[in-house]
C-alpha cells in the first residue's frame, strides 16, 4: 500500500471508529492553561480526559500546567502579544482585569446554571463583568483551618477556638510548646488574601463601601491590623512572611506547626501517604488532624474562597471550538469524575455539587468543605467586584497592610499606607 | 580557458589544464564591481547586524519607552499620558524602596565580588598543584543557571527547613532561628550573599588574566628594591591592573543594577515588597498585574542611572589608558 493510500485508510477508520466525523479541520489544537493542582491526581485525570475530548472534539486537546502564582504573567504575555493558550485558567476576579482579552460565554454560563442548580454568587460575581459572563465557574477551592486535634487538646482546647482572641490565646499556648500556628503574609495567591480579606472584613473593615469608593481607613481595620500584630508575636510561626502556598503545606505535615488555614490538601497528603507521613507517636498524622472554619471577629465569621474560571481568550483562532471543549468539560460527567478525585479539595461552582454522594464517602473531617463556600465574600467587598479590587489584590496592597504590621509599623500608619495605596488605585 | 599541452588535440592520453583568464579590455563582470566598492560591501556586511540590533534592541527600546509614556494596560491600547507614569512611579513607596535597594544591593555586592574576586585571582596567580582543576571549578557558580542555584540557595535559606539555620543551633551559635528571607534587611543581605557567590567567579578570572599579563620583572625589581608584598601589590599590580579592574566593574554594575532572576526566585520582592529591586517591582507592576505603561517607566528608571555610571566610569578609563 502507498503512503498517501494508507492514511486515506487510516484516517476513514478513526473517523468510523470515533462514531463522528472531524468537525474541526485536521491538525487543529486546543491548548488548556491550568494550575498545577495541589491534588496531583487531579491532574493526572485531566490528562486521561485529553484523549477522551481530542476524541469527541475532532480536534487535539492539550494540556499545560503552570504555577499558580505563573498565571497572571503568562495571561498578560498572552494578551499583548495576541497568541497563547486557547483557554487559560481564571482565579479570584481576574475576568474583570483581562475583560478585554476574553471571550463572553453567557450562553455556556447559562446552560451550566441550568443544567447544574445555579452557580454560588461567588463564583457568578468574579466572572460577570458588567452583566456579561466573561469566563466560565468551574470550581471553588474552600480554604478551612486544618489542626492538629491532640496539640490542642494539650492546651485545653478540646474544640477549634469560635473567635479570634480565643484563637490567639490558644496558639500562644501552642508556640510556648514549639507548636505555633502557621499563616503566610507572603506574596503568594491564595493562603494569603484567604486570611487577610476574612481578618479585615470579621473585624469590620473594608476595601470599599457598597458605591465602590474606597473606605479602608476606619477603626475596625486597624483593629484587625493591631490584632495581627500581637497574633503574630505571640503564637505564629515568624516566617510566615517568606512563604508562599506550598510552605504552610509541608510545615504542617513537617510537624512544624500546630494549625493553618488552607485547602484540604494537608488532610489529603497525609491521608495518601499515610505511611510516611507519621505524627510524633509513631501514627499516620491524617487520624490527628481535623478541619474548622475561620473563627468570628467582633463583625463576624466571613472566609474567602477561592473561585476559579475558564477564559475563552479572544486572540484564539477557535474560539467555537473553545467554547464547545469548555461545555464537554464542565459538563456533568466529566467535571463529576475530577470533583471525585479531588475528594472534596475542589468543590462545584454551582450547588448541585453539594449533594453529591462522595460527600457521604469521604472522612468526617472533610465533611466541612462541603458547603464552606457559603460564607464567601468578594475581594473589594463592600463594592462590587471589579478590576480595580483585582489591581488590589494582584498588588497585594491587604495582605502588605498586615505585613507591615506584623513588622513593627503602627496600626494606624500600616492602614493610612494601605489607604493611600487604594486611594491611587481607585482614583 | 582549457588547452591541451601534451599528445595534441584529440589525444587521448593528453593532459588539459586551465589556465588564467588573459586580461581583456572588456569591463569587470558586475558582482566584481560591487565588491570592489567599499562603501556598498560595507553596507552589504553590515545589514544583518543592522536589522538584528534594530529588530532585537532598538525596536523593544523604542517600544518601552512608548509605553511609559502611554497609559496601556493588559488588553487595553492606552493613550499618550506625557510623564504621568513617571511622576506617579516617583510619589510610590513601594518605587522608592525598590529605587534605594537597587543602589545599595549594586554597591555592596560589587564591592564584594571585586574584593573577594581580587583575592582569590591573585591566590590563583600561584603555582600549586592541580592548579587548572580549581581555576575551572572555580567557574562553577558562573556557568550553573541563575534560577537553579538560587533555588538551591533559597532550600538553604528556607523559613521553615533552613538547612543553615539547622548547622547554626546544632553548632550551638542560635537559639532561635534567623529570619533569613522573613525580614526585609535579612532578605537583602541574603540575595547579596548569592550574587557575591554568583559573580565573584566572573571578578577573578577576568583580574587573573589580567594579572597573567604583568611581567614577573617588575615584581622581581621591587623586591630587589625592597618592597613587601602590600607595596608590589599597591605600587606594581594595583596600577596595570586597574584597567581591566574598570572594565569588569562597569559590566558587574551593569548586571547587577538590572538583576531580576535571582531576586524574583529567592524572595519575589517580599516580604511586604522589602527586597524589591527596580526589575523586579517592574515586572510585579507592569507583567503580574498588567499595568504596561507604569511597568516600562519603572524599569526605565534604570536607564539614566546606568547611562550616567557607565560614562563616568568609560571617561575615567579613558584617562586611565591616555595616561
Redesign the interface.
Same mark, same amino acid.
Given at each position: 500500500m502507498k503512503r498517501r493510500g494508507f492514511l486515506k485508510t487510516a484516517g476513514v477508520a478513526g473517523i468510523l471508529a470515533a462514531g463522528r466525523a472531524p468537525a474541526f479541520a485536521q491538525g487543529t489544537r486546543l491548548n488548556i492553561l491550568r494550575w498545577v493542582d495541589f491534588i496531583p491526581a487531579c491532574d493526572v485525570e485531566l490528562k486521561r480526559q485529553a484523549p477522551e475530548a481530542s476524541k469527541a472534539l475532532g480536534a487535539e486537546v492539550v494540556f499545560e500546567f503552570i504555577n499558580a502564582n505563573d498565571l497572571q504573567p503568562r495571561i498578560t504575555a498572552a494578551i499583548q502579544s495576541g497568541s497563547g493558550p486557547d483557554i487559560i485558567h481564571m482565579l479570584h476576579n481576574w475576568p474583570h482585569l483581562y475583560e478585554n482579552g476574553l471571550v463572553e460565554v453567557n450562553d455556556l454560563a447559562e446552560w451550566q446554571a441550568k443544567d447544574q442548580g445555579g452557580f454560588y454568587a461567588q463564583s457568578e460575581a468574579y466572572v460577570k463583568v458588567g452583566g456579561r459572563f466573561m469566563a466560565l465557574p468551574h470550581s471553588i477551592v474552600p480554604g478551612l483551618i486544618a489542626y492538629r486535634k491532640s496539640w490542642l487538646t494539650e492546651v485545653g482546647a478540646t474544640t477549634f477556638p469560635k473567635t479570634y482572641e480565643e484563637l490567639r490565646q490558644v496558639a500562644t499556648k501552642l508556640k510556648k510548646q514549639g507548636h505555633p500556628y502557621g499563616q503566610t503574609l507572603g506574596h503568594t495567591f491564595g493562603d494569603a488574601p484567604a486570611w487577610a480579606y476574612p481578618l479585615l472584613w470579621n473585624f469590620g473593615g473594608m476595601e470599599t463601601d457598597k458605591s465602590g469608593k474606597t473606605a479602608l481607613d476606619g477603626k475596625g481595620t486597624v483593629e484587625a491590623v493591631k490584632f495581627m500584630a500581637a497574633f503574630w508575636k505571640d503564637a505564629c510561626d515568624e516566617g510566615g512572611l517568606a512563604w508562599d502556598d506550598t510552605n504552610n503545606n509541608r510545615a504542617f505535615l513537617g510537624g512544624e506547626i500546630s494549625a493553618t488555614l488552607n485547602g484540604a490538601s494537608i488532610y489529603i497528603a497525609a491521608k495518601r501517604g499515610q505511611d510516611k507521613i507519621k505524627d510524633e507517636r509513631g501514627e499516620p498524622m491524617v487520624r490527628d488532624i481535623q478541619h474548622a472554619r475561620l473563627p468570628a471577629g467582633p463583625a463576624g465569621s466571613w472566609s474567602y474562597h477561592t473561585a476559579f474560571s475558564h477564559g475563552v481568550m479572544k486572540y484564539g483562532k477557535n474560539p467555537k471550538l473553545a467554547k464547545e471543549f469548555l461545555k464537554w468539560f464542565h459538563g456533568s460527567e466529566r467535571f463529576g469524575r475530577w470533583f471525585e478525585v479531588a475528594e472534596g479539595f475542589s468543590v462545584g461552582a454551582t450547588k448541585q455539587w453539594e449533594r453529591h454522594p462522595l460527600w457521604t464517602t469521604v472522612d468526617e473531617p472533610m465533611r466541612g468543605f462541603r458547603t464552606a463556600p457559603d460564607n464567601s465574600r468578594v475581594i473589594g467587598y463592600a463594592g462590587p467586584p471589579s478590576a480595580k479590587a483585582t489591581e488590589v489584590y494582584t498588588k497585594y496592597v491587604i495582605v502588605d497592610m498586615f505585613a507591615k504590621g506584623v513588622q513593627g509599623m503602627k496600626a494606624e500608619d500600616a492602614v493610612k499606607w494601605a489607604a493611600g495605596e487604594l486611594g491611587k488605585i481607585y482614583g | 580557458m582549457k588547452k591541451p599541452i601534451a599528445g595534441g588535440a584529440g589525444s587521448a592520453a593528453g593532459l588539459e589544464v586551465a589556465l588564467p583568464h588573459p586580461r581583456t579590455s572588456q569591463p569587470a563582470p558586475t558582482l566584481t564591481r560591487f565588491l570592489e566598492n567599499e562603501g556598498l560591501l560595507a553596507a552589504v556586511l553590515l545589514t544583518p547586524t543592522v536589522l538584528l540590533l534594530g529588530l532585537f534592541i532598538a525596536y523593544p527600546f523604542v517600544m518601552g519607552v512608548w509605553l511609559s509614556l502611554s497609559s496601556t494596560s493588559? +488588553?487595553?491600547p492606552g493613550e499618550f499620558v506625557g510623564l504621568h507614569n513617571f511622576v @506617579?512611579a516617583w510619589n %510610590?513607596?513601594i518605587f522608592r524602596t525598590a529605587f534605594g535597594n537597587t543602589f545599595f544591593y549594586t554597591f555592596w555586592a560589587t564591592i564584594f565580588k571585586l574584593t573577594l574576586g581580587m583575592w582569590l585571582a591573585l591566590l590563583l596567580n600561584r603555582s600549586f598543584r592541580g592548579k587548572r582543576l580549581v581555576r575551572a571549578s572555580m567557574l562553577l557558580p558562573f556557568i550553573v543557571p541563575t534560577v537553579l542555584s538560587t533555588f538551591a540557595w533559597r532550600w538553604m535559606f %528556607? /523559613?521553615? !527547613?533552613s538547612v543553615l539555620n539547622w548547622l547554626l543551633y546544632q553548632g550551638g551559635l542560635i537559639t532561635t @532561628?534567623l /529570619? !533569613?528571607?522573613?525580614?526585609?534587611t535579612y532578605?537583602l543581605w541574603c540575595a547579596i550573599v548569592v550574587n557575591t557567590w554568583r559573580g565573584m567567579p566572573f571578578f577573578a578570572i577576568t583580574l587573573l588574566a589580567g594579572l597573567q599579563t604583568i611581567s614577573p620583572d617588575l615584581h622581581e625589581a621591587a623586591s630587589l628594591d625592597g618592597a613587601n608584598g602590600w607595596h608590589r601589590f599597591w605600587h606594581v599590580t594595583w596600577p596595570l591592573l586597574k584597567p581591566v579592574t574598570l572594565v569588569v566593574v562597569v559590566f558587574s554594575v551593569i548586571q547587577t543594577f538590572s538583576d531580576f532572576q535571582l531576586i524574583y526566585v529567592l524572595? $519575589? +520582592? $517580599? /516580604? *511586604?515588597?522589602?527586597t524589591h529591586l527596580l526589575a523586579t517591582y517592574a515586572?510585579?507592576? +507592569?507583567? *503580574?498585574? $498588567?499595568?504596561?505603561g507604569e511597568g516600562a517607566a519603572i524599569s526605565l528608571f534604570m536607564l539614566p542611572v546606568l547611562f550616567i555610571v557607565v560614562w563616568i566610569q568609560l571617561r575615567y578609563l579613558r584617562r586611565l589608558e591616555g595616561a
Open positions: - | 493588559v +488588553g487595553n @506617579k %510610590d513607596g %528556607d /523559613p521553615t !527547613f @532561628k /529570619p !533569613f528571607l522573613s525580614d526585609g532578605g524572595t $519575589g +520582592g $517580599g /516580604p *511586604a515588597n522589602a515586572y510585579q507592576i +507592569g507583567v *503580574a498585574t $498588567g499595568l504596561l
